[in-house]
């Protein structure tokens, strides 16, 4: 006999326990980015001196993002150099790339320059260098359904070369796409300035170019803003994607989003923006709000390798159940290998909340839910598992 039944919960209803595990797992490692870390990226950065394309500093600053990327943990094979060059000049994007587990064919992108024009370009943008560098660390064991690929942009200055060459050529050969990308979530210029109140950052959205990827856009930068409210202590202001590494990506066609900071330094591309006048704290948190969305993106587990703790049930039932399609309209189908005896559904919103339930049923209807990611913890006897779904009529 099938039973099921829907409830629709207001704000303090009852707590989905999966989906609160899967938000505080992503938030435990969202907490590990450094304070610290943040810090001396920045102040190294600075150090190097100003990484004019095509410059040795920029040549250096190439060197010491590899070393940073060694002393992690990445092998030599995950660690990329892709050159271009434009006119006279010659320089490099890095492309670090960390196999998914489900996915590994299909791609998301954290990515910022690194290059840098008049100045040491503490804010734009080694606030996004230090971030993906915080990333990556933190992610190195952390498994995660798709692949991710941490890559640093050169040329940025001159008119976004680096990311046009790896767009143009890498992402697509000719017409032909050869890679397969879930998302672009770009991180540039979020260092805000010292003495101003920086509890707000920029989730841009993409609305010019091409207009089919602008739904998907606007989708992921909701998202983005949801993790950021969920992984760290800023606020969010959706506005638009403009004039960075993103947009080679968005004239390909591919969905793309970013971070930029809210109260504007006015210091880029000028000797004025040093460590001295950005406000690190902002970039400590912008990492957090990155860290947490890019596991989200990517899908991570929730069991946790860097402390050793252990979700082996939950892993396996994770891999072997399937939830479909996803994104979901109306009706979404969820099949196990071996038929369980007995199942438990619960799908909650992106704050735990659960909105509907059912039990030993195949096929939810999704009918009374509005657009938007949910989780899906699905119980049998034996195992939990939860997994990440979209809603989009
Ligand atoms: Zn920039």
Partial sequence: MKKITVFLLTSLALQNIGAQNLIQAYKNRADMVSQTN???????????????TGSPVNTNTLNWLKNKYTSYGYTASQIVEDPFSFGSTSSKNLVITKTG????????????HYDTIYGPGVSDNGSGT???????????????????????FSGEEQGLKGSYHYADYIAYQGNTRKLDIKLVL??????GLLGNNNNTIVCEKDISGMSGNNAASATATQELAVCTGLYSPLQTFISNAYSSDYIPFEEKGYTITGFYEYIRSQNEHSPNDTFANIDPVYVFNVGKAAVGALQHFAVATTSNNILGTQETTGQKL???????????????????????QHFNIEISDMTGNIVLRAENEHKINTTQLINGVYMVSIKTDRNQTVKKIIIDK
Avoid: M
Avoid at 38 to 52: A, C, M, P, S, W
Avoid at 101 to 112: A, L, M, Q, R
Avoid at 186 to 191: F, L, P, S
Avoid at 318 to 340: D, G, R
């Fill in 38 to 52: 943040i810090t001396t990226h920045l102040t190294d950065f600075e150090n190097l001196g100003i990484k004019t």
């Fill in 101 to 112: 587990t489900v996915y590994p064919d299909k791609y998301v992108i954290i990515c910022g």
């Fill in 130 to 152: 230090a971030i993906l560098l915080e990333a990556a660390r933190i992610l190195k064991d952390v498994p995660t359904e798709y692949s991710i690929k941490f890559i640093h």
């Fill in 186 to 191: 770009n991180i540039d210029q979020v260092g």
């Fill in 318 to 340: 994770s891999e072997a159940v399937n939830i479909y399609p996803n994104p979901a309209k109306n009706l979404l189908t969820v099949e196990f290998p071996k038929k369980p």
